[in-house]
T-cell receptor, first 112, second 115 residues
Framework: AQSVTQPDIHITVSEGASLELRCNYS??????LFWYVQSPGQGLQLLLK??????LVQGIKGFEAEFKRSQSSFNLRKPSVHWSDAAEYFC??????????FGGGTRLMVKP | EAGVTQFPSHSVIEKGQTVTLRCDPI?????LYWYRRVMGKEIKFLLH????????ESGMPNNRFLAERTGGTYSTLKVQPAELEDSGVYFC?????????????FGPGTRLTVL
């Protein structure tokens, strides 16, 4: 069965600092991987996705993620965090039937 | 273009009562999904409609939950009778069939509290 682990429940960074959110997955085939963000009162918004090809994928809002098959990881990064990035971030893997399996989420707080 | 909408945004009911959640997908999206997040847990898949048919309902927790999508447009999720453990946020998502990535667009969720 597929699964996703986000080891960090909470992360606090200073505005302007770099960010890396960890995601590890378990899936039998080539994974389709996603990062979503949820701001307060909003739905889940897709940041980026990986299906195949270049293992470094660019997303919206200056985010990127790198797929590392050998480590079963898909970590999300941003070089300089803005206060508006404070939100909850979810990593997910999709199966052949379009079902998404999510990690537990990482709540990001940004210090001024 | 309107996104996925859900109604109500919040619902507070007592144990044993019935609640019906509604989801309006993006116009033209044949795929509709329900997910939920109970307190402190991860978001979990409930079921998937393709038009009006249930494609996959493997995530439905028990027979107190009934999902419908009459006419292949909006969907409802009824919980009857509600139990304390049903509290959480219920998300709906939709996607367009035939697109390369089948991106799921999510609604804001309905927060259900069962007292």
């Amino acid at each position: 069965a597929q699964s996703v682990t986000q080891p960090d429940i909470h992360i606090t960074v200073s505005e302007g600092a770099s960010l890396e959110l960890r995601c590890n997955y378990s899936y039998g085939a080539t994974p389709y991987l996603f990062w979503y963000v949820q701001s307060p009162g909003q739905g889940l918004q897709l940041l980026l996705k990986y299906f195949s090809g270049d293992t470094l994928v660019q997303g919206i809002k200056g985010f990127e993620a790198e797929f590392k098959r050998s480590q079963s990881s898909f970590n999300l990064r941003k070089p300089s965090v803005h206060w508006s990035d404070a939100a909850e971030y979810f990593c997910a893997v999709r199966n052949a039937g379009n079902m998404l399996t999510f990690g537990g989420g990482t709540r990001l707080m940004v210090k001024p | 273009e309107a996104g996925v909408t859900q109604f109500p945004s919040h619902s507070v009911i007592e144990k044993g009562q019935t609640v019906t959640l509604r989801c309006d997908p993006i116009s033209g999206h044949d795929n509709l999904y329900w997910y939920r997040r109970v307190m402190g847990k991860e978001i979990k898949f409930l079921l998937h409609f393709v038009k009006e048919s249930k494609q996959d309902e493997s995530g439905m927790p028990n027979n107190r939950f009934l999902a419908e999508r009459t006419g292949g447009t909006y969907s409802t999720l009824k919980v009857q009778p509600a139990e304390l453990e049903d509290s959480g946020v219920y998300f709906c998502a939709s996607s367009q069939a035939g697109t390369p990535y089948n991106e799921q667009f999510f609604g804001p969720g309905t927060r259900l509290t069962v007292l």
